[in-house]
Antibody, heavy 119, light 108 residues
Framework: EVQLVESGGGLVQPGGSLKLSCAAS????????IHWVRQAPGKGLEWVGR??????????VYAASVKGRFTISRDDSKNTAYLQMNSLNTEDTAVYYC??????????WGQGTLVTVSS | EIVMTQSPSTVSMSPGERATLSCRAS??????LAWYQQKPGQAPRLLIY???TRATGIPAKFTGSGSGTEFTLTISSLQSEDFAVYYC??????????FGQGTRLEIK
């Protein structure tokens, strides 16, 4: 069974940093990209970014709202992807989800981890 | 960036009725569209991909249609568990991948 489990969320002050993890199981992690999607409280879904596989040189792309502040990485030996978030502001407060694909019939999402940016 | 616009923002319906939710893309996206259902405190659940293909385990009461810029999600014979927020999402031209703002389907 495919599972994605996010962790690392919490309370952080504006200007601070946080690193989220997305632990995968039930499939060959190295064969699939990973996307991050976030959802501010009471709001809709916002795509954050994606990392591809080793075959595609781990290429990353980001939403304009996080480019230059957020970095996605992965460790295929640990079946884990990461979202490093720097220079956080209150608008980054959200539940952060990782998902395997956002095209086609995949549909595997984690349960999400809450990040709260507040002083 | 492709803007996805859903209508209506909120719709109130009674159990047993049929719901029709709309999604419009700011430019043609072919059939590269997905629909998700989200309930409070839960991750989005994929219902439809490629505009009209039901995801694994999704009942036939959920039907997606459309192509180009106009898309529809139809939910027949509404049951209590169908009342949720529904999002459309395009994956034709990205980055960025973009979602609609959501349609809240509530019980009348």
């Amino acid at each position: 069974e495919v599972q994605l489990v996010e962790s690392g969320g919490g309370l952080v002050q504006p200007g601070g940093s946080l690193k989220l993890s997305c632990a995968a199981s039930g499939y060959t992690f190295s064969d699939f990209a990973i996307h991050w999607v976030r959802q501010a409280p009471g709001k809709g879904l916002e795509w954050v970014g994606r990392i591809r596989t080793k075959t595609y040189n781990y290429v990353t792309v980001y939403a304009a709202s996080v480019k230059g502040r957020f970095t996605i990485s992965r460790d295929d030996s640990k079946n884990t992807a990461y979202l490093q978030m720097n220079s956080l502001n209150t608008e980054d407060t959200a539940v952060y989800y990782c998902t395997r694909r956002l095209d086609g019939g995949d549909g595997y999402w984690g349960q999400g981890t809450l990040v709260t940016v507040s002083s | 960036e492709i803007v996805m616009t859903q209508s209506p923002s909120t719709v109130s319906m009674s159990p047993g009725e049929r719901a029709t939710l709309s999604c419009r893309a700011s430019q043609s996206i072919g059939s590269d569209l997905a629909w998700y259902q989200q309930k409070p405190g839960q991750a989005p659940r994929l219902l439809i991909y490629d505009a009209s293909t039901r995801a694994t385990g999704i009942p036939a009461k959920f039907t997606g249609s459309g192509s180009g810029t106009e898309f529809t999600l139809t939910i027949s014979s509404l049951q209590s568990e169908d009342f949720a927020v529904y999002y459309c999402q395009q994956y034709n031209n990205w980055p960025p991948i973009t979602f609609g703002q959501g349609t809240r389907l509530e019980i009348k």
